[in-house]
């Protein structure tokens, strides 16, 4: 989530949890997201570089601040870093629900939502409900019922045990409002080409 600064367009940005293990997911979470090292991108201690622009760290943090707002929690971060350009700290939001722009919109900067659920089909539910669908991933220690989750996911990429990313050997593209077509691989290159038709009667 936080590699590039969050701003990767198939980087996790909500996680969705069931409460049996949220309490444990969000504490360990929250304890990597603070040993994140905000820095110069050119320094190797750096883990966490600015974002591209000014401007995109104001929105982000309006995102975040609004989703307070609505009762969202704060658990690390979520304050713009003072002295810096477009610095914007790791950070983690609880008690996510919608309604809220970091449920219902792309934070596109190092922030995660985590989104408590009570079971698979309430996990699979809130997956879908949303207006994106470039990519998911499900984190599970039975294989066979992760895949069956990942083909009910409304997505263009659904990835098990796995974080998504792109390979040259495997079509990539979204659905939804994160687009339609594909690149990469034998769909990629028919999206190039122009198909003739001749029809001889």
């Known amino acids: 989530r ?58 982000l943090h309006k995102q975040v601040q609004a989703s307070v707002a609505k009762g969202a929690r704060i658990l690390v ?40 659920v009570k079971d698979e089909a309430e996990a699979l539910r809130v997956a879908n409900d949303t207006r994106f669908g470039l990519g998911g991933s499900v984190w599970t220690g039975d294989v066979v019922r992760g895949e069956r989750f990942a083909q009910r996911m409304e997505c263009g990429a659904a990835f098990v045990n796995a974080i998504v ?8 593209g979204g659905s939804k409002e994160s687009g339609f077509g594909r690149e990469l691989a034998d769909h990629g290159i028919h999206e190039f080409m122009n198909i003739k038709t001749v029809y001889v009667a």
């Open 165 to 172: 990313k792109s390979d040259a050997r495997l079509p990539f």
């Open 2 to 59: 936080f590699d590039n600064s969050g701003q990767t367009c198939i980087a996790a940005k909500r996680f969705i949890v069931v409460d049996a293990v949220a309490d444990e997911f969000t504490h360990r979470f929250v304890e990597a997201a603070g040993q994140r090292q905000y820095g110069d991108p050119n320094e190797r201690a750096t883990t966490l570089a600015p974002l591209a622009r000014a401007d995109l760290r104001d929105e």
């Open 77 to 116: 971060g979520g304050e713009p870093i003072a002295g810096s350009h477009a610095g914007y700290p790791a950070t983690v939001l609880d008690q996510v629900g919608p309604g809220m722009p970091a449920y219902d919109e792309e934070l596109f900067g190092p922030v995660a939502a985590v989104i408590r």
